[in-house]
């Protein structure tokens, strides 16, 4: 287990208007560990993801609850949870492949590609029924002179 | 996020402004299909100067407009594409369909 430095929950509506506040949320609480431009973009872009496959896949019918929970890991390590109690994924092997959506065509089937692009590692676990978790890490560059 | 439209010559410049995401993935679908219906274009330019974040829905967005070019004879570009959309553009590889420029 690595050390947890530092950590915020955000617990939410899963409506579409909470995809931006997610993302920003995101990069600001990263911002303690001094990421470049490029790093928060990722961020940013992986959190925009995962919170839209939650709002849009978990929830079909009504609204539910959307878990973002941050964390700073010992290491210049950012962990990023977002966990929904909805539908699940039925295969998630399959749900990971490019381009597969079961979305409309608004949803180009690149949301999990992206994050394991844009992040170091992601984890998906599902159930169908009882909702998905992903857990996504990233470890932020450590510049000479950034920091002491 | 806001789409304006200027056309000269047959050429459609559509010009984004501020973040795409899923939220609004839909409208600016809805905007593109019209004026590209009124103006039958013979050619598209996206210009994505003023956009601030954009995530997988914009890959949808411009495909959706280069399918509906190309099926017509048309042709598209995606001009002043930030670093931020043009990394996930890549890691679609939208780059290698659409022509685009950062």
């Not at chain 1, 990263?30 to 928060?40: F, G, M, N, S």
């Not at chain 1, 597969?100 to 692009?117: K, P, Q, W």
């Not at chain 2, 509906?68 to 042709?75: H, K, L, P, Q, V």
Request: contains cysteine; hydrophobic residues 45%.
């Amino acid at each position: 287990m690595i050390p947890v430095l530092n950590q915020a929950t955000l617990l939410f509506p899963s409506k579409s208007a909470n995809e931006s506040f997610a993302r920003t949320t995101a990069a600001c609480f990263a911002a303690q560990l001094d990421p470049t431009l490029e790093e928060i973009g990722d961020i940013k872009t992986a959190v925009s993801e995962a919170v839209t496959n939650a709002i849009v896949h978990a929830y079909p019918a009504e609204l539910g609850v959307v878990t973002l929970r941050l964390r700073v890991l010992e290491g210049s390590l950012l962990e990023i949870m977002v966990k929904d109690r909805g539908v699940g994924i039925p295969d998630v092997d399959r749900a990971r492949e490019p381009l597969y959506t079961t979305g409309d065509d608004t949803r180009s089937g690149m949301g999990f590609t992206i994050m394991e692009s844009f992040m170091d590692s992601l984890r998906v676990r599902s159930t169908p029924g009882k909702g998905t978790t992903v857990i996504m890490r990233k470890r932020i560059s450590q510049k000479a002179g950034r920091r002491p | 996020m806001a789409i304006s439209f200027s056309n000269s010559s047959g050429v459609l410049t559509a010009r984004f402004t501020g973040e795409i995401d899923h939220q609004v993935a839909r409208s600016m679908m809805l905007a593109l299909d019209g004026q590209v219906a009124r103006d039958t274009p013979r050619r598209l330019v996206v210009d994505m100067s003023e956009v601030t974040f954009m995530d997988s829905s914009g890959i949808a967005v411009l495909l959706r407009a280069w399918r509906r070019m190309t099926a017509a004879g048309g042709g598209m570009e995606v001009l002043a594409v930030p670093p931020q959309p043009f990394k996930v553009f890549h890691t679609a590889g939208l780059d290698k369909i659409i022509p685009m420029q950062g």
